[in-house]
């Protein structure tokens, strides 16, 4: 069964993320279809400097006003969530199992995880 509902999260992410970044693509290219023929356009799309996409807040915002950009970020964020989601649900079912030794050492990884991005996020 634990196998089972862990599988089951990847897959749901990993699907659920190909599914947002396919329809931020094609809505970025039905709303812009100038990408296709204008470098400069195309430069602006790929623009570092647009904050759309620059904080969890500007990617969910942009997704409620349906830009592409932000539509594909909040699909790579949910590819890179995937994982911890994995371990943090790891951490119930081992807990419900009563595996004290996989609790404490899953634990340990989701805490490195979570250091991870943190350190990430203050550079």
């Known amino acids: 069964m634990t196998e089972t509902i862990i599988s089951a999260i990847l897959r749901i992410g ?14 970025t290219f039905v709303h812009h279809h100038d990408y296709f023929s204008s470098r400069p356009a195309l430069g602006q799309l790929i623009d570092a400097h647009q904050n759309y996409t620059a904080s969890l807040g500007a990617v969910l915002q942009g997704t ?3 830009r592409g950009q932000s539509i594909i970020m909040l ?9 911890v989601l994995r371990v943090a649900a790891s951490i119930a079912l081992f807990f419900a199992e009563h595996d004290a030794p996989y ?4 634990s340990v990884v ?3 995880l979570l250091l991870s ?3 990430g996020a203050a550079e």
């Not at 699909?75 to 994982?83: E, K, N, Q, R, S």
């Not at 609790?103 to 899953?106: D, G, L, N």
Request: overall charge neutral; hydrophobic content about 70%; proline content about 3%.
């Open 64 to 66: 409620r006003e349906m």
């Open 117 to 119: 991005f943190m350190i």
């Open 103 to 106: 609790v404490a050492i899953t």
């Open 14 to 27: 990993v699907l659920l993320s190909i599914a947002l970044i396919t329809f931020g693509v094609t809505v």
């Open 75 to 83: 699909g790579v964020l949910v590819l890179i969530a995937t994982p």
């Open 110 to 112: 989701l805490l490195l």
